[in-house]
């Protein structure tokens, strides 16, 4: 039986992006994925908390998929998390909703690899800057995967945006079958790592 | 038209004009300015009126009538039931005991009859309902505790007048006593008392039935017809109406008007019925205290000054004494109770009645009743003058004051901080919203029909004319924070937020504006709140035309929000600029050019553009030579 993933996907102005939709045009045209463009559907910000928390609980994999801003997610992804992750639904003693459940974080960041590490330009790693996020989806019981980070979106070119995109809906199409080497994948900071050893 | 008709009216309408606005200017209530301006113009100063000056009284006593019928509109029936307590308490005890001590002296030490005694301390127990309610409304102190108490008392007085003048006949022991009362009470007079009895409470019965089924009703016909002044001939009307029933069923007809104005202060017409009746109240009442002053018979105070400057110390001790012993029994705190018996020591306009009729009757000697009556029209003038007396001199001295910020505003009883004008489908969104917050709005319409649906609906909706002041006033502008003029006629806004700017200065007022042309005459006006019907709606819908060709919601969204703030701030610009119209339209044109520009720079990615806000493109562009 195939999982269902459910792609949170937030980007404030998307027609003038490269690489966000660049990859959406890779993603797959699956009835088990469904693509949640946050910004088409709370222009307002007024997030309605009880239809989010139904399509959470409706989806075995949840993906965060949004450009890096400022080392954080857009405005609005934070908005999301501030109003639809309640306690008691998604965390304390009751709050058990989203336990289990796989989550993937897909960025997009303007600066090389080279740039997030220690003697970079800036100066952490991107799990580093991703620690908040990935201890809100650790609370909430969920199983953060390593993330797949696009790197230098500034200077991509149409063959690596093709390679990114096409090894993001491989991914995806795997995760959905739920035939992904869970410990494999643990052994590697970044999903781009293991993507590359298991294609390789 | 008869001629000293006029000239009689051009003489009161000066006194009243002159002597009020004089006593207002030295800071004194208008009551003493009107008993001044009657002492001048009457027989013994000016003589321009000559004895006149009583029947006059008996005449302008019905402002008496529409000064409770207003009251009763003040007073929703579960408040009257409230008081009734303290209405028969306090009202009963201040009437009797005074009554007891004014007897006893008039049998033991000025060898008067006990019929005698016992009609002249009836008559001296009244307190003056006119002049006092009036003085506590001007000062605004009609809701402290003193100002409740000193009604109660009032209104049980009030209830007394007509048993007393039933029973002063009987004190007589001769039963040829001819009497003429101008009173139709003869109508059921000579009925069985059984019937008496029925036709009594058949009648108020029919107020509170007919208040509620027939008047409310009818009045809401009238109000179709969007005739003004039939609205206030129907007004008065009712109360002419009310106050002959009660006459013919031997009722006080103050007594009555009150009672129903106590049925329809919960109406939707309360307030508009109010504004309407106020001014011939006020007229009718100043006329009764100009009688007042010219019935004052100077001649006999300067033939007997001592007895009469004693018969008003005596009579004034003794009310102020069982006055302040009864106010303690009730317990007002002292400040209170000061007030309430300052208030109450006059004698009142009924004494005249009394006595008058004591007179017809051969109950009390002639010398006697004019030096009465000219204590009580003296103790009547007097009573401003010591109240004030208190205000300045006496009462600072007691501690526990009463913060008159604690009254409410004298029309209205529920204080809302929002009043919305007009509440077609604009205002009732308003009132909707802020209802579902919380907040509760007093409301007025001028459409009867909607007015009803909406009082259905569990909306306190007044039915009235909005621009005009007495309602605006009426509905609690002056206690009011926000004043949201959202009638649907561009006019009546306009002469509403120019009324409400005028008088009521402290109000924020929000306005709705039809168009930039509206709004620039409310700008005008000096308001800063405008909220134009063209602008929010159609920006909306041209957004979701966007979104509906495929724009990015977001962006739609933050467009329109600068659409909107860009419109606003082109407004302001232009509003200098208005007088000159040639340079109004050639920089009204070139502020929608610039708006043009603005948006088209916005979405053209090539062009130097105002809003790079996530745009990765001139992220790309600007972080190149890093």
Redesign the interface.
Known sequence: MLLKALILFA?????????HAGLLRYLPNHPNIYLHDL???Y??FNIDIKREQALAEAHDIIVWQH?M?WYSV?P?LKQWLDMTLEPGWAYGPEGRALAGKKLLHVVST?GSAEAYAKGGRNRFTIREFLAPLEQTAHLCGMDYLPPYIIFG???LDEESLHSYGSNLAWLLNLLISGAADREGMKRFEYMNDWITQKKV | MNGSFLLEAIIYLSAGVVFVSLAKKLGLSSVLGYVIGGMMIGPYVLGWIGTEGEDIMHFAEFGVVMMLFLIGLEIEPEQFWKMRKSIVGLGGMQYSLTTLLFMLPGIFIMGWSWQMSLAVSLALSMSSTAIVLQTLKEKGLSQTTAGQASFSVLLFQDIMVIPILALLPLLVSQGEIHLEREHPQAIIKDLPGWLQTLLVLGAVGLVFISGRFLVVPGLRIISKTRIRELFTASALLLVVAVAYLMEMVGLSPALGAFLAGVVLATSEFRHELESDLQPFKGLLLGLFFIGVGASINFRLIGREPLTIAGVVAAIVFVKACVLFAAGRLFRLKSDQNLSFTFNLSQVGEFAFVILAFSLQLNLVERTWNDILMAATAITMTLTPVWIAINEKYIDPYFGTKETVESYTPDTIHEKHPVIIAGFGHFGSTIGRFLRANGVEATILDFDSDRVDLLRKMGFKVYYGDATRLDLLEAAGAAHAKILIAAIDSPDANAILIHNARKHFPHLHIMARARNRFDAYDFLDEGVTHIYRETLYTSVHLAADALRHLGFRAYTVKRMAQNFIKYDEEALMKLKSERNNMQQYIFSAKKQIEMQEKLLHEDLLQHLTSSDHCWDSGFVREKTKQL
């Not at chain 1, 980007?11 to 690489?19: A, D, F, G, N, Q």
């Open positions: 980007h404030p102005r998307l027609e003038r992006s490269k690489i910004y088409e559907e222009p307002d450009p801003y857009p609005l303007g979106s500034h200077h």
